[in-house]
Nanobody
């Protein structure tokens, strides 16, 4: 599974951005997709997660009510709609896919990341 993020950029506080994560390869094996972020000098943290069918989504407390995660399985793409952005949202955003193989083994794949910078 290969993951490619896009949509990052520079935005003023209060603005919006939509990130995309396009998956290719054995996408039928993906069970969960997630967005993580890592700010300079900080640990990578989970932002949001969504199940394969899109029926269940979870968010970090810091983004609840502002960010929305979604999936378009027909396009093999996951999105993160970010609104009311704050300077503290500045980070490199990564997508991750949890893949389950026939053996029952779970493997995680990461994208290369996309920079989001929110100016005050």
């Amino acid at each position: 599974v290969q993951l490619v993020e896009s949509g990052g950029g520079l935005v003023q506080a209060g603005g919006s951005l939509r990130l995309s994560c396009a998956a290719s390869g054995s996408t039928f094996s993906i069970v969960v997709m997630e967005w993580y972020r890592q700010a300079p000098g900080k640990q990578r943290e989970l932002v949001a997660a969504i199940t394969n069918g899109g029926g269940s989504a979870n968010y970090a407390d810091s983004v609840k009510g502002r960010f929305t995660i979604s999936r378009d399985n027909a396009k093999n793409t996951m999105y993160l709609q970010m609104k009311s952005l704050k300077p503290e949202d500045t980070a490199v955003y990564y997508c991750r896919a949890q893949v389950r193989y026939y053996s029952g083994t779970y493997v995680y794949y990461w994208g290369q990341g996309t920079q989001v910078t929110v100016s005050s």
